[in-house]
Structure formats: C-alpha cells, structure tokens
C-alpha cells in the first residue's frame, strides 16, 4: 500500500446545498481523502454548517474562508500553497470543486494506483486524471484525443479539470501552484503546459475516460468550432482574456493575434443574423482582447447568478473532451 498522502483542495463560492453533496460523495470514498482544504469565496452560515457536518469526507478538513471572491483558480492557488506546508514531496493534491461531486466511489482509488504506475515508469510524472488534452499551439485550442486512443495510460499536455486532477506536490513545489491571476478559466491548461515546459509528464486514465464519454453518449463525436454565436457571459470573458494572456506568456504571440482576430471577427459575420447577441459578443471580446493583451488581470468582471452551476472546465470552448 502506497505511503503517499492524499490531499484535496475544494473551492466552493454561493453554493452550499451543493457543497453539502459534494462533501457527502467524498465520504462514500472506498480510498478516503487523508487531509481536506476547502477554500471557500463567500463564507456563510450555510458553507459553515455544511462544512461542520462534514467529519467523514476526510481524515482532517480546513475550512480556509477568502476575504474577497479570489476566483476558482485563485481558490486552488490558495489551497495548493497550503497544502505545500503540510505535505511532503510525494504526496498527491487532487483539485476538486463544490458542484462536480466524485462520480464514483473507487474513484480516488482507481487514480492513485494509476498515479503510482505512471511514476513507475516515468519518475517525471507531474500528474494524472481521467482525462486530459493536447494544445495545439498554432490555433490556440484544446484538441479533442480520438476515441481510438482511449485505452490504458493516455499522455496529454494537462489533465483536464472536473477530471479529478491529482498533482504530485514535488512538482508543485518545484514549479509553482495554479496562477491565481487568470481568475477563472484556463487553470489547469496553463499549469499544465507551464509544468510540461519544464520537463514533467501528464497522463489520463483511457479506460475510465472511454467508460464517462460512453456514460455521457459522447463517443464518435467530431467537434469543430462554428461561426454561429452561442450566449455571451462573464465566463466568455476570462475564457477568451486569459487564452491571449497564456499564449503571449508563452511567447505565442503570432496565435495571440490569430485568436483575437478570429474573436472580433466572427461577430461581425454575425451582425446580420442576430445584430444584438453579435453587438453583445463584440463588446465582450473586444473588453477581453484588450485585457489579454495588456495583462489586466484578477477579477475584471463579476460572475453572474445565471452561471452559477456551469462547469469550471478551464478550457478553451470547444466542447467537453
């Protein structure tokens, strides 16, 4: 058996009811989390009680309460950098969130015996998941890994987020944490590529990633990006600000500019169709490109009540992988 701790590092915002199931699910783990960090955005009565009543989700739980909303990936931040006094150098984070409850109840035991066979064979091992991707840079998008490829270790760019993300804290430690500035969006994408520039290796699990995208009727889907416009919302925003941040950061500057044009451009084809959506999309990716470009990060735009339940994929929008 593994000496390897397991921590986990929960970033809940306005949502306690879902808090309250998502702490539940992590009881009912046959492999049960040996330390806990909730890092909680807007304290409340309710996150309190949920977390009070919470004793059997980990061996220990902190419940660290923000002053101000510091974003999902300023929360992970927050949790990493304390996990990082606690923890040892071969122990494991897993990146958890408070509406995407654990799927299953073998599943933080699936990944760490799967964690401990990548490190076997390859001691570079940053982390591991259910599933991940691979960056293409000269578009600036997250390519979808053919459904053919799902099966035993899967090598990825970055494991990708609401996928159980478990992180080595060595690498962690010797790279950096999350980057809090992004806000939102992009979280695991940016660790990941930055972690992969410096010399460390991601893996996805192909047999539990093939078994959710045939849970999810996902199989066989080709997913490109369109022309027409979907809603707008302040997750469009960071999205598309954080992705010209990433690729300028990463001295991709020449797809910085593909991807910003690509962005003001493809409302314009729209105007004619839908001239108040493609107005709205204009001006949101015009405010994102700017502050892309300019650096203008942290929290620049309020998150709305209406997206309160979405997903914290932390990708570029092209579908769920």
């Not at 309710?46 to 059997?56: H, M, T």
Request: charged share 25%; with cysteine.
């Amino acid at each position: 058996m593994s000496e390897r701790r397991l921590f986990g590092v929960l970033v809940t915002f306005r949502r306690p009811a879902a808090l309250a199931i998502t702490l539940q699910r992590l009881s009912e783990q046959d492999r049960r989390l040996d330390h806990l960090v909730v890092v909680d955005n807007a304290p409340t009565a309710e996150s309190r009680d949920a977390i009070a009543g919470a004793e059997g989700a980990a061996g220990a739980i902190e419940h660290l309460e923000m002053p101000e909303n510091v974003g999902f990936t300023g929360g992970v931040a927050v949790g990493m950098r304390h996990v990082l006094e606690l923890g040892d150098d071969q122990d494991w984070i897993v990146v958890l969130d408070d509406d995407d409850p654990v799927p299953y109840a073998t599943a933080f035991s699936e990944l760490e015996q799967f964690g401990e066979q990548m490190l076997a064979r390859d001691p570079r091992t940053a982390g591991v998941g259910i599933s991940g991707g691979r960056f293409d840079w000269r578009r600036g998008r997250i390519i979808r890994v053919r459904d053919r490829e799902l099966h035993g270790p899967v090598a990825v760019d970055h494991v990708a987020g609401n996928q159980l993300p478990f992180y080595l804290v060595r690498a962690v430690r010797e790279a950096g944490t999350f980057h809090a500035p992004l806000f939102f969006g992009l979280s695991e994408i940016e660790f990941g590529l930055r972690l992969s520039r410096a010399g460390y290796s991601f893996y996805a699990h192909g047999d539990l990633w093939r078994r959710r995208r045939e849970d999810a009727g996902r199989l066989g889907l080709d997913l490109r990006p369109g022309w027409r416009l979907g809603p707008t919302n302040w997750r469009r925003y960071y999205v598309l600000r954080n992705s010209i941040y990433m690729l300028r950061r990463f001295d991709h500057t020449n797809t910085a500019f593909r991807v910003a044009l690509v962005n003001l451009v493809k409302p314009l084809v729209n105007l004619p169709l839908d001239p108040r959506l493609a107005i709205r999309h204009l001006a949101t990716n015009l405010r994102a490109c700017r502050d892309g470009w300019t650096g203008r990060m942290g929290r620049q735009v309020e998150p709305d009540a209406d997206a309160r339940h979405a997903r914290k994929a932390g990708a570029v929008p092209v579908g769920r992988r």
